[in-house]
């Protein structure tokens, strides 16, 4: 008796959790993911998970200033038939921004390119394809580790595209 009775207390507790998760997800509430940055959610074109990688320096936190790194992010195309491209980045923490393999990015309809990142050809038997870059040169005072700087992507058809983009707070990656 005393068992069933604990079940039904277990049950009860187990319902109301429910309900409150039911309650807090309610049609009102919006999606909004720290990894995406502010203002960068749009219809036809995103970014997300941006941050700005600075050059290691053995034994150190700190970005010199003048100095290069990273950036990397993934831009979606959302439109069902026609290509997006990126023309162009800046942000007042950096002197100059440049894209690679080109200075503008094309993004196929319904896909996304990950800068910074490897990416399957699926198109073209499965391979992995060279990923497109994006290196910083110039860092200005502004761009501090495990801080933030505004960030603004150029796109054709989207427009300008500003998000708040995270700076790695120590960099870790291997010596260029």
């Known amino acids: 008796m005393q068992r069933l009775a604990f079940i039904r ?56 200033v003048g100095d290069a790194a990273a950036l990397t992010f993934t831009a979606t195309n959302n439109r069902a038939t026609e290509p997006e491209r990126l023309l162009g980045i800046e942000s007042d923490a950096a002197e100059a921004f440049h894209i690679a393999p080109n200075a503008t990015l094309e993004i196929p309809p319904r896909t996304s390119i990950a800068a910074g990142q490897p990416t399957e050809d699926v198109g073209r038997g499965g391979g992995v394809d060279e990923p497109p870059s994006v290196r910083i040169e110039g860092l200005r005072e502004s761009a501090r580790p495990g801080t933030s700087v505004d960030v603004t992507f150029r796109f054709e058809r989207q427009g300008d595209v500003t998000m708040n983009v995270p700076i790695e707070a120590c960099p870790t990656q291997a010596e260029r």
């Open 9 to 64: 207390h277990r049950g009860a507790a187990a319902g109301a959790v429910l309900a409150l998760l039911a309650v807090g997800c309610g049609g009102d509430s919006e999606f909004d993911s720290s990894n995406r940055g502010a203002n960068s959610q749009t219809e036809q074109t995103s970014v997300v998970n941006a941050y700005i990688v600075p050059r290691f320096v053995p034994g150190s936190c700190e970005i010199q």
